[in-house]
């Protein structure tokens, strides 16, 4: 069964750094999302993304966020100058059309220190 | 503003014990509702959704859910469920625009004591 694979699974890093997190959706899946849970809470939409573009964006998705599909195979989530607060469990996901249920990767889980 | 909203924060059952979890949903468009699961250290995964026609859904692992308009209602059950249903549970339905992103629930976690 095809799946979306997010790296890395785990990543710490420090208050201020960037960070990369990588997603591989399902070749043949045209939209792609990025969606966060912070532990113990529930799970928030920040972007889709679709023809190479942001479709959608939420409030939690400000300046300090950035998607980009560098190479028609990954589709990444960038997130500059890091706090404490972005610490959270991070998946991607990905659907053939608008509507369908998704395919969520792992997750990664981003620890801010 | 549209929203999802689900009941209970934790359920607890013994195996065998029938499940019933609640969802509302407010959204005034075409309804699309999803259930999805989370098991212990695991990324979500699709149980069923609701698309239109029958407003009973069958999902996997024995799991069902109905569509109630009037109630603005998708409720998930399971007639007897294993020690192996323990996860957390989340209702989803889209957050609005051609996209379909979707908005998710608090989430139930369940609790199957065997």
């Known amino acids: 069964e095809p799946e979306v694979t997010q790296t890395p699974s785990h990543q710490v890093t420090q208050m201020g750094q960037e960070v990369i997190l990588r997603c591989v959706p399902i070749s043949n899946h045209l939209y792609f999302y990025w969606y966060r849970q912070i532990l113990g809470q529930k799970v928030e939409f920040l972007v889709s993304?679709?023809?190479?573009?942001?479709?959608?964006k939420s409030e939690i998705f400000d300046d300090q966020f950035s998607v980009e599909r560098p190479d028609g195979s990954n589709f990444t989530l960038k997130i500059r100058s890091t706090k404490l607060e972005d610490s959270a469990m991070y998946f991607c996901a990905s659907s053939p059309g608008a509507s369908y249920g998704y395919t969520f990767g792992s997750g990664t889980r981003l620890t801010v220190v | 503003a549209q929203s999802v909203s689900q009941h209970n924060h934790h359920v607890i059952l013994s195996e065998a014990a029938s499940l019933e979890l609640g969802c509302n949903y407010s959204?005034?468009?075409?309804?699309?509702l999803f259930w999805y699961v989370q098991y212990p250290g695991q990324h979500l995964q699709l149980l069923l959704k609701?698309?239109?026609?029958?407003?009973l859904v069958k999902g996997i692992k024995g799991f069902e859910a109905e569509f109630i308009k009037s109630k603005f209602s998708f409720n998930l059950r399971k007639p007897s469920v294993q020690w192996s249903d323990t996860a957390e549970y989340f209702c989803?339905?889209?957050?609005?625009?051609?996209?379909?992103?979707?908005?998710f629930g608090k989430g139930t976690k369940l609790s199957v004591k065997p």
């Open positions: 609701y698309f239109s026609g029958d407003p």
């Open positions: 989803a339905a889209p957050y609005g625009g051609s996209q379909g992103n979707l908005i």
């Open positions: 959204y005034g468009g075409t309804v699309n």
């Open positions: 993304f679709y023809n190479n573009e942001i479709s959608e």
